[in-house]
């Protein structure tokens, strides 16, 4: 059988590496980091793992009032929205920092594809 998605990416822990190394590239990138002013980037951090990991695991992670409502969804106070052009960003910072961490082309690709499931509920214009 082959391996899940979560376990390509080397389980939750895995997850939680590429999540780091994803605000390490976002608060060195001009044309995202001030997205990130003023938030408190470690509680951010882990509620952003456990949103990935819903996604990877394909649950429904968005939903207002919880650990992973829309205020916290990629470090995007829910006030300020995202762009189409940012969420593209994320998503390309996401899938080059899961293959510097050893995952696959394809594995970053699917990882990518996890992201973007959520497009529709944080793209604001």
Known sequence: ???????K????SGVGK?????????????????????LNLEE???RET???????????????GTLLGKDFIIGTPST?????HEF????????????DLGA???TAQQFGEAISSIRADVETH
């Open 44 to 46: 951010l951090k882990h």
């Open 9 to 12: 990416l080397g389980g939750e």
């Open 104 to 106: 696959t082309s394809y």
């Open 80 to 84: 300020s929205g995202i762009t189409k």
């Open 18 to 38: 590429i999540v780091d190394e994803y605000y390490k590239r976002a608060l060195e990138d001009p044309r995202i980091k001030n997205r990130y002013n003023g």
């Open 50 to 64: 456990a949103l990935m990991i819903s996604l990877i695991k394909k649950e429904t992670p968005v939903n207002e």
């Open 1 to 7: 059988m082959e391996d899940s998605l979560l376990e």
């Open 88 to 99: 593209n960003l994320l998503v390309s910072i996401y899938e080059e920092a899961s293959k």
